[in-house]
């Protein structure tokens, strides 16, 4: 028996190994974590073939024969056997408690000198912001072997920061600020995804990220720094809001309906409302649109448009969308 688990553990941890269950590895927290789950690979492959092969054995080789009809033996309780099947799980469970916060506490520890980085989810759409740089951006860039601190936020409904690459996740709860740290290893193109179910475009809630080495990290900056800055008119200054503040989540911009209205040609039209008016679109219809986004709603739509922009845009900020919205005419 012993000689057959064995075989069979080795066979389903191989199995189980070759399987490639994980993406490559790009974070140094990873390291310990995919440590940690190849453990646990090789204890399920024990524990598969340890009922298995019990079962088996005992189905093939104490089956009732030919001409026999009496009952089995009548066996009541081993002391022994269940006082070391009680010890030896709660060992192993408790080792693996001690594993995980030994884990826990390697991947939450911070760096010397950390790059912050502040993450803001919504419906449906990630903000990237870089207090020291100055910057805003809809795209993570980061540099190779940094050590990089997120501080994630929601500004609607929960949400979770997760690249698979770096293997750690955190929450984005609206109202609190959570930490997460990545370590990054390798130069990469990466995705972050929402990992808690956040509605109708939650499997869409994606943003691109590229860890470059750091003198490409540094020209981006720069080059991001000055392409700000260059931002002269309004129009361009709405666009990138267009980008940063996630209107583009649900607005498309070449006619396409996507959560919400497109905005293409949408500057000048009438716009049929659910309480069957229709409205001119001017500056004070999408000036209310944006801030007060239950009033006048589109025929055919639903209200799902965050309520929230009333707080996070300055008027400014609304006039420089207004223009944008009037480049859109064809
Ligand atoms: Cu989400």
């Known amino acids: 028996m012993a000689v057959l688990i064995a075989v069979v553990t080795v066979a389903v941890a191989a199995g189980l190994d070759s399987a490639s269950l994980l993406p490559p590895l790009a ?21 598969f073939a340890l009922v298995m092969v019990f079962m088996l054995y005992s189905i093939v080789v104490f089956r009732r ?10 066996i009541h309780g081993n002391t022994t056997l269940e006082i070391i099947w009680t010890v030896v799980p709660v060992l192993i469970v408790a080792y693996f408690g001690y594993l995980g916060v030994v884990t826990l506490r390697d991947v939450t520890a911070a760096g010397p000198d950390e790059m912050v980085v502040k993450v803001t989810g919504s419906q449906w759409s990630w903000k990237f912001e870089y207090p020291r740089q100055g910057l805003t951006s809809s795209e993570l860039v980061l540099p190779v072997n940094r050590d990089v601190r997120f501080d994630i936020t929601s500004i609607d409904v929960i ?45 869409g809630m994606l943003a691109p990220v590229r860890v470059l080495p750091r003198a490409d990290f540094d020209a981006w900056v720069a080059a991001e720094i000055d392409r700000l800055a260059a931002l002269e008119t309004p129009a361009a200054r709405g666009a990138q809001l267009y980008e940063t503040q996630g209107c583009k989540a649900c607005h498309s911009l070449d006619g396409s309906v996507l959560v919400g209205p497109s905005w293409q040609n949408l500057f000048g039209s009438q716009e049929p409302l659910a309480d069957g008016s229709s409205v001119t679109v001017d500056e004070d219809y999408i000036r209310n649109s944006i801030l007060k986004p239950g009033e006048q709603l589109v025929e055919g739509f639903n209200n799902l448009m965050p309520a929230t922009y009333e707080d996070m845009l300055t008027e400014a900020d609304v006039e420089d969308i207004i223009a944008f919205m009037q480049s859109l005419q064809d």
């Open 159 to 203: 949400h979770s920061f997760w690249v698979p690459e770096f293997r750690v996740k955190q929450d984005a709860v609206p109202g609190a600020v959570n930490p997460l740290r990545v370590t990054t290893t390798v130069v990469g193109e990466y995705k972050v995804r929402c990992a808690e179910i956040c509605g109708l475009v939650h499997a």
């Open 65 to 74: 024969k030919a001409g026999e009809s009496g009952d089995g033996a009548h």
């Open 27 to 47: 974070s140094a927290q990873g390291v310990i974590i995919d440590w940690l789950f190849g453990l646990h690979l090789k204890v399920i492959a024990f524990l």
